[in-house]
C-alpha cells in the first residue's frame, strides 16, 4: 500500500508563491501518473496538474502558467510550484496516485494524502 503525504502549504499573500511536496512511501512503480488536486469546503473535488509516468504535465485551464507540477523519481515525491497566487487558490491541496493519464478526474486515482492547506489573502 502507499502512503501519501503533502507538505508545503500555508498563508501567502496575492501574488506570492509557494512550493507544495508530495512523497510517497511503499510501492509506486504501479503508478502510471500523479496529481495535484484542491478543494474549498462545499465544493467538489478539482483537478490542478498531472504529470505521467514519463514526466508529461497536464494542467488545469485555470493554473496553466502559474504553476509547475515536477516530480523526483529518486526521491519518490511530487512537487507543485505555484506562484502568482490569487485568493481563489485558497483550498486544501491533495496529491494522489494512480494507474491514470493525463486526466484530472479524482476517481481515476486510487490513493490519496489528507491534504495540506494553502490560503492566499490580500
Known amino acids: 500500500q502507499v502512503h501519501l503525504v503533502e507538505s508545503g502549504g500555508g498563508s501567502v499573500q496575492v501574488g506570492g508563491s509557494l512550493r507544495l511536496s508530495c512523497t510517497a512511501s511503499?510501492?509506486?512503480?504501479?503508478?502510471?501518473?500523479m496529481a495535484w488536486f484542491r478543494q474549498v469546503p462545499g465544493n467538489e473535488r478539482e483537478g490542478v496538474a498531472t504529470i505521467s509516468k514519463r514526466g508529461i504535465p497536464t494542467y488545469a485551464a485555470f493554473v496553466k502558467g502559474r504553476f509547475t507540477i515536477s516530480k523526483d523519481n529518486a526521491k519518490n515525491t511530487l512537487y507543485l510550484q505555484m506562484n502568482s497566487l490569487k485568493a481563489e487558490d485558497t483550498a486544501m491541496y491533495y496529491c494522489?496516485?494512480?494507474?491514470?493519464?493525463?486526466?484530472?478526474?479524482?476517481?481515476?486515482?486510487?490513493?490519496w494524502g489528507r491534504g495540506t492547506q494553502v490560503t492566499v489573502s490580500s
Open positions: 511503499g510501492y509506486t512503480a504501479n503508478y502510471y501518473g
Open positions: 494522489a496516485g494512480g494507474d491514470a493519464i493525463a486526466t484530472l478526474t479524482p476517481s481515476r486515482y486510487s490513493d
